[in-house]
Nanobody, 127 residues
Framework: QVQLVESGGGLVQAGGSLRLSCAASGRTFSAYAMGWFRQAPGKEREFVAAISRSGGNTRYAATVKGRFTISRDNAKNTVYLQMNSLKAEDSAVYYC????????????????????WGQGTQVTVSS
């Protein structure tokens, strides 16, 4: 399995931006479709964004579409989540996850599809 470490979380004012990074190690990064999920206190973990192995396909939750951008750099074994126009309701622990997909352009939106998870990074947006 691949090991994942998130970074880049923190405290930001509403309307601000953050960029999360997720560094992968242990296996060939390009063999994995990647996703970002988040979990707020008292709520279930929810899908945020996904990106295919190639980076050519992306998908977003309706709540973040137009504000967040997922990208990947296979040469650096890293996936990113650029978050703009942040809102208080974006506050959560953000997790990256890896799916050992056999499909170069496959996307995955459900948590059980992902085999490896990072430890999470806290994002707090003050209103």
């Amino acid at each position: 399995q691949v090991q994942l470490v998130e970074s880049g979380g923190g405290l930001v004012q509403a309307g601000g931006s953050l960029r999360l990074s997720c560094a992968a190690s242990g296996r060939t990064f390009s063999a994995y479709a990647m996703g970002w999920f988040r979990q707020a206190p008292g709520k279930e973990r929810e899908f945020v964004a996904a990106i295919s192995r190639s980076g050519g396909n992306t998908r977003y939750a309706a709540t973040v579409k137009g504000r967040f951008t997922i990208s990947r750099d296979n040469a650096k074994n890293t996936v990113y989540l650029q978050m703009n126009s942040l809102k208080a309701e974006d506050s959560a622990v953000y997790y990256c996850a890896a799916n050992p997909s056999t499909y170069w352009d496959g996307l995955y939106y459900d948590a059980p599809s992902y085999a490896s998870w990072g430890q999470g990074t806290q994002v707090t947006v003050s209103s």
